[in-house]
């Protein structure tokens, strides 16, 4: 079965600070892959995604993630964080079963940015 | 339009007793999907629907739970004799077809004393 890894449970920075959080998953085959975020007291909403294509995908406020494919990895970036960045990530990977996509989620990363 | 809703926001109940939990998927959606989210475990999947097709239940964690989707539209998670590990979000998400982007509930906050 398909699993997802996200490596930075808790991350705390300081505005402006760059930020990259890891994802890993398991196996290849076809996979869609995204990045959603959860603002306190808000719903999970898409931050950015991938299905083919340039393996550099831009999403909302800033985000970007690369797709290696070689890696496993999709790893979510920003050059410089603000305070309203603070939230829950959570990196997910569809993998394709039959006619089908089987969703994955991984734990989540908590940020915390100081003003 | 509007988004995916469910109902209720909070429930508390007694160990041993039933619970039903709703979910309205976007109109003309598909795909819905239930998680369950515990504190620090990430959302972990339950179950999948995809039109017509029969449901995906390979997440689901006992056979105490259970869901059915009518008329592809509304769908509710029933979870019988609840237990105190039952307590967490459940959410539920749907999408326009399998594998595109989900759009999420605000969830139910259950808990089981």
């Known amino acids: 079965a398909q699993s997802v890894s996200q490596h930075n449970h808790h991350v705390i920075l300081s505005e402006a600070a760059s930020l990259e959080l890891g994802c890993n998953y398991s196996?290849?085959?076809?996979?869609?892959l995204f990045w959603y975020v959860q603002y306190p007291g808000q719903h999970l909403q898409l931050l950015l995604k991938?299905?083919?294509?340039?393996?550099l995908v831009k999403g909302i406020k800033g985000f970007e993630a690369e797709f290696i494919k070689s890696k496993f990895s999709f790893n979510l970036r920003k050059p410089s964080v603000q305070w309203s960045d603070t939230a829950e990530y959570f990196c997910?990977?569809?993998?394709?079963?039959?006619?089908?996509?089987?969703?994955?989620f991984g734990r989540g990363t908590s940020l915390i940015v100081h003003p | 339009g509007a988004g995916v809703s469910q109902s209720p926001s909070n429930k508390v109940t007694e160990k041993g007793k039933d619970v039903e939990l709703r979910c309205d998927p976007i109109?003309?959606?598909?795909?819905l999907y239930w998680y369950r989210q515990s504190l620090g475990q990430g959302l972990e999947f339950l179950i999948y629907?995809?039109?017509?097709?029969?449901?995906?239940k390979s997440g689901l964690p006992s056979d105490r739970f259970s869901a059915e989707r009518t008329g592809g539209s509304v769908s509710t998670l029933t979870i019988q004799r609840t237990q105190q590990e039952d307590s967490a979000v459940y959410l539920c998400?749907?999408?326009?077809?399998?594998?595109?982007?989900?759009?999420f509930g605000p969830g139910t906050r259950l808990t089981v004393l």
């Open positions: 997910a990977v569809n993998s394709r079963s039959g006619g089908s996509y089987i969703p994955t």
């Open positions: 109109s003309g959606h598909t795909a």
């Open positions: 196996y290849g085959g076809t996979v869609n």
């Open positions: 629907f995809q039109g017509n097709s029969a449901p995906d």
């Open positions: 998400a749907s999408s326009l077809v399998t594998g595109s982007e989900q759009f």
């Open positions: 991938y299905f083919s294509g340039d393996p």
